[in-house]
């Protein structure tokens, strides 16, 4: 048996006890990234020399008796939307293509403190918008189960290298579902938190009242592992709950008796793909011969969520990426070829006999913004900015803006009501398996459309977990997901263990 076959708590248990050097298992895995990535495109950097001096630094302190952490040198892929210190941090967009993070967000810190060895910066949507993997300024990543299709995204890089043992475990962050969707497409398991529940000091921002960062790993108790490693309260986010964290990777191979699941009637409507259907309907049987009670139960606001998300992301995204003006952050257009375009105008209007044109263009502060922002974000994001900023503008923000968050109060109060009878929603991650790439990229409202399983938990701030349940005909992974009420993430992680412990 190969390193790169243990699960991660497998080996973590070798690291500890020194039968397995952390400079092997990193070189295991650097080896596999070199020979799978130029395929896959599931990392934007690897940096094979500092994690093998970092994983050699390991080793030296556990053979000078020094106790390790949680990690104990477990290889771990890191989203490229996470700020560490000294290194680039380019959410897979030009803008920030030459962005060097001055510090280490929360999320890195704990890594590094648990003795983690980070192996490289996976691949993303353009700062985190989309659903496939394939609006990333350096190229779509593919699924390592058919390299023609889509992963899912929008943390595709950190699914496909944690689907192809590229990587044993990798961190991810969920917006309206980007954890789940390409852990369910690329058949692994992937965990969103509550929010609050992982800081977001250091994450970059796409919507901050839906953003969290979460695990993803091949199984629940590796996810289990690595949640324990990065949760708890921060002082540096204000929205991180101020709850003790949980030993996770203690409980979560404990069985639950008398598991309550509930299913919605809304999850099993128009639009499911039969086989997907199919494949959760199963799983909720093998939940019945485990003992769990089903409860059918409605969230009979959950046909509003992907509008009101669409209101309600874009308008924090126009907010949040408002700094990358070329100024504070971010690309800087070429400020030469700037003032002859400005001159060049400028002329043109007086030829024409346009004085008052002439003298109404653009100030070059202005023109400087306005190029840097136009050359450096890709169309989806320059999509939601103009989204945002039109429902935010006066006239419409209480049309739109207000009455979606009056929507998403409804929302979180089906959850609220749903989670006094069940312990956790039972439902499809995705509508249908992977799609080809290519195949929806001049359709964003399918692409759009495709969130409508998973956005409801980021607007209600509840927890979610995807993980497979089966294949389709054509050998691609379906996923299923449970949702959860606020900080019941051991109680998702136990109940997936379970399902997994008889499946796999
Ligand atoms: N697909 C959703 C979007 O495009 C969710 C993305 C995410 O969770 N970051 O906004």
Do not use: W
């Amino acid at each position: 048996m190969s390193l790169i076959d243990l699960s991660a708590t497998e080996l973590v248990a070798k690291l500890h006890t020194g039968e397995v050097a952390c400079a092997e298992a990193t070189r295991a895995y650097l080896d596999r990234i070199a020979e799978l990535n130029p395929k896959l495109n599931a990392f934007l950097r690897v940096d094979a020399d500092r994690a093998l001096s970092a994983a050699k630094e390991i080793d030296a302190r556990r053979a000078r008796g020094e106790t390790l952490g949680l990690l104990a040198g477990l290889p771990v892929a890191v989203k490229d939307v996470l700020c560490t210190a000294g290194e680039p941090t380019t959410c897979a967009s030009r803008m920030l293509e030459h962005f060097v993070a001055p510090y280490d967000a929360t999320v890195i810190a704990r890594l590094k403190a648990a003795d983690a060895v980070l192996l490289g910066r996976t691949n993303m949507d353009e700062f985190a918008m989309g659903g496939s993997g394939e609006n990333s300024a350096f190229g779509a990543t593919r699924n390592p189960h058919d390299p023609d299709r889509i992963t899912g995204g929008s943390s595709s890089g950190s699914a496909a290298a944690v689907a192809a043992r590229m990587a044993p475990v990798a961190i991810g962050s969920d917006t309206g579902g980007s954890i789940r969707q390409p852990a369910g497409l690329c058949g692994i398991t992937g965990l969103k938190p509550t929010y609050g529940r992982v800081s977001r000091y250091g994450l970059v921002a796409f919507a901050s009242s839906l953003d969290q960062v979460g695990p993803m790993a091949r199984t629940a108790e590796d996810a289990a592992l690595l949640l324990e490693a990065i949760a708890g309260h921060d002082r540096l986010d204000s929205t991180s709950l101020d709850v003790a964290a949980e030993r996770y990777s203690e409980s979560v191979s404990k069985p639950l008796d008398k598991l309550r699941l509930g299913v919605a009637r809304e999850h099993f409507g128009e639009g499911l793909d039969g086989e997907i259907a199919a494949a959760v309907r199963k799983a909720i049987e093998v939940y019945e011969s485990l003992g769990a009670t089903i409860d059918e139960i409605s969230l009979p606001h959950s046909k509003y969520a992907v509008a009101t998300y669409y209101i309600i992301a874009p308008c924090e995204a126009s907010s949040n990426l408002a700094r990358y003006d070329g100024a504070h952050y971010g690309h800087r257009t070429d400020e030469r070829a700037m003032q002859s375009e400005l001159e060049t105008e400028r002329r043109a209007l007086v030829a024409a006999g346009n004085k008052a044109a002439a003298e109404n263009l653009d100030s070059p502060l202005v023109r400087m913004y306005r190029r840097s922002r136009s050359e450096a974000f890709g169309p989806e994001v320059k999509r939601r900015i103009m989204l945002g900023t039109y429902a935010l503008s006066a006239g419409y923000y209480d049309a739109y803006y207000l009455k979606a968050l009056k929507v998403r109060r409804l929302i979180r109060q089906d959850y609220d009501q749903a989670f006094q009878k069940v312990d956790a929603i039972i439902g499809p991650v995705t509508a249908a398996p992977a799609y080809k790439i290519g195949d929806k990229a001049n359709d964003p409202l399918a692409m759009y459309l495709d969130d409508v399983y998973t956005v409801s938990a980021n607007l209600a701030g509840c927890c979610g977990i995807a993980f497979p349940c089966g294949a389709s005909s054509g050998g691609l992974p379906i996923g299923v997901q449970l949702q959860g009420p606020p900080l019941g993430e051991d109680k998702l992680l136990r109940a997936a263990d379970m399902f997994q412990r008889i499946t796999t």
